[in-house]
């Protein structure tokens, strides 16, 4: 093991310059099926993400408040998809499965601001079905392209002082072994649980987080939906109805997915470690979700099928 020596108080303590990923090693079985699958679902997410921003921005009708959320949403997926998997499938037929500590940090840092930028568009969408449902007539003046353009600049932003946060307290910790992350990525739980200094800091800033860009994030979305059930409730016709809450179904159906499978996996870590049922169940929150995104947003959507449609027909291929 490759150790460098750092001083903390006064002791000499060995500080640990890379980590081992055991990732699915303990499932020698499945690796390849695992693998394969894996890189499937990589490149399909990167494609059909990719694409719906290319085709947003190509069809004017999709300029709009709600494609351009979906898009940054894209963008975010694209990034955070890409910060883990690369080295996951890279990792899965070496012998020893290693990332330097710079690089565990750095995964760490990119998976951090996505998934909280994420979360922040997430709400942002939110108020612009509330503001398309409970005020139609003023909708194009409150959601005016610069508004959006400062929502989606405030959601990276606020994603990345998050980020900071954490990277500074993560950095204030020390390693000095063991070495062994159960798990396929660098994941703040993991981390911890290796640190051989004291984490209540990084601990209580992770459970202020939480609150913040959970459960807040969480309140502030029901909030917004419970105007919009108001709104469309006074809707005499039925057909009415279902077409408003047709415009809420996806975004419904993103947010749901995104904080169920994130409450699930980071309320069901082991205080050892990382239980394969936690590794499998991660595998859903960081590979599997930004997949089914696109999907959503597309076969429920006419508007993009109309605009997939325009794209054919000039011989575009998404």
Not at 90 to 110: A, L
Not at 120 to 129: F, N, P, S, V
Not at 239 to 261: D, E, P, W
Request: a positive charge; proline letters at 3%; one cysteine or more.
């Amino acid at each position: 093991m490759r150790r460098n020596e750092a001083v903390i108080q006064g002791r000499n303590i060995t500080g640990i310059t890379h980590f081992i990923l055991l990732g699915f090693s303990d499932f020698p079985r499945i690796l390849a099926v695992f693998f394969v699958t894996s890189l499937l679902i990589y490149v399909m997410t990167v494609t059909w993400n990719l694409c719906l921003i290319v085709l947003i921005r190509m069809d004017s009708h999709l300029h709009t408040p709600m494609y351009f959320f979906l898009s940054n949403l894209s963008f975010t997926d694209i990034c955070y998809v890409t910060s883990i998997v690369p080295k996951m499938l890279s990792n899965c037929f070496q012998k020893q499965q290693t990332i330097s500590f710079v690089g565990c940090i750095v995964q760490q840092f990119v998976f951090s601001t996505m998934g909280l930028s994420d979360s922040c568009l997430l709400t942002a969408m939110a108020y612009d079905r509330y503001a398309a449902i409970c005020n139609p007539l003023l909708y194009s003046s409150i959601m005016s392209p610069s508004l959006c353009g400062w929502m989606a600049l405030g959601a990276y932003m606020v994603g990345l002082s998050a980020s900071f946060s954490q990277l500074g307290a993560l950095l204030q910790l020390h390693f000095c072994g063991p070495n062994v992350i159960n798990h396929f990525f660098c994941d703040i739980p993991q981390l911890l649980i290796l640190s051989c200094t004291d984490t209540f800091f990084v601990k209580a800033m992770l459970a202020i987080l939480t609150m913040i860009f959970g459960i807040a994030n969480i309140l502030i979305i029901m909030i917004y939906y419970g105007y919009i059930i108001i709104s469309v409730m006074k809707i005499t016709s039925a057909k009415g109805r279902s077409k408003a809450f047709n415009t809420c179904a996806s975004h419904l159906t993103a947010v749901s997915l995104f904080y169920m499978s994130g409450i699930f996996v980071y309320l069901s870590y082991s205080s050892s470690g990382s239980s394969s049922v936690d590794r499998f169940a991660s595998v859903l929150y960081t590979v599997v979700i930004p997949l089914l995104n696109p999907l959503i947003y597309s076969l429920r959507n006419r508007e993009i099928k109309d605009a997939l449609k325009k794209l054919q027909k000039k011989g575009g291929h998404c």
